[in-house]
T-cell receptor
Framework: EAQVTQNPRYLITVTGKKLTVTCSQN?????MSWYRQDPGLGLRQIYY???????DKGDVPEGYKVSRKEKRNFPLILESPSPNQTSLYFC??????????????FGEGSRLTVL | GEDVEQSLFLSVREGDSSVINCTYT??????LYWYKQEPGAGLQLLTY?????DMKQDQRLTVLLNKKDKHLSLRIADTQTGDSAIYFC?????????FGTGTRLQVFP
């Protein structure tokens, strides 16, 4: 089954404790992206990757890191989480970037709470 | 910068039509999209329209695009309780999609 898998789905952590949210897709997609969803703000892009070893900042990259060592995986790293990073996070992928990036396939989301 | 705006809530009676509206700023967008997010799930592509089209119909869904006013709408005919969800419009940029804030559609019996 074609899917984007995120883990963990739910996490409660404390300020400053490094964490990683994994994302894996099995569709051989080139393009992958991380978003955060906050009430009243919609989805905002954190980082994206056009292909292996190519990553770029989105609209809200501060406090986050990513890597793209393999095509299927795109982990999101919070080196020192803070309470303002409490949010619902989505990983998404698409076949390729460009004008028709829009057919994004989303994971089910990871709800993160930072105390 | 680019901005996509939607109203936050819409409430309709089952069987009525729903119209969800969206305004965007980037006139160079090639495609405009509607995504649906059901409770506890990720977003799923519902439909999209190419920027040189005015209208697209797909079963109960009708998308209208007014490029002059940069206005996009999604009409759902015969709205059902299963249509209750958050609906996001999005415009395409070179490397990304820009999403609106989402409209929460509530369908009551």
């Amino acid at each position: 089954e074609a899917q984007v898998t995120q883990n963990p789905r739910y996490l409660i952590t404390v300020t400053g404790k490094k964490l990683t949210v994994t994302c894996s897709q099995n569709m051989n997609h080139e393009y992958m992206s991380w978003y955060r969803q906050d009430p009243g703000l919609g989805l905002r892009q954190i980082y994206y990757s056009m292909n292996v070893e190519v990553t770029d900042k989105g609209d809200v990259p501060e406090g986050y890191k990513v890597s793209r060592k393999e095509k299927r995986n795109f982990p999101l790293i919070l080196e020192s989480p803070s309470p303002n990073q409490t949010s619902l996070y989505f990983c998404a992928s698409s076949l390729m970037a460009g004008a028709n990036t829009g057919e994004l396939f989303f994971g089910e989301g990871s709800r993160l709470t930072v105390l | 910068g680019e901005d996509v705006e939607q109203s936050l809530f819409l409430s309709v009676r089952e069987g009525d039509s729903s119209v969800i509206n969206c305004t965007y700023t980037d006139s160079s967008s090639t495609y405009l999209y509607w995504y649906k997010q059901e409770p506890g799930a990720g977003l799923q592509l519902l439909t999209y329209i190419f920027s040189n089209m005015d209208m697209k119909q797909d079963q109960r869904l009708t998308v209208l695009l007014n490029k002059k006013d940069k206005h996009l709408s999604l009409r759902i005919a015969d709205t059902q309780t299963g249509d209750s969800a958050i609906y996001f419009c999005a415009e395409s940029d070179t490397d990304k999609l820009i999403f609106g804030t989402g409209t929460r559609l509530q369908v009551f019996p």
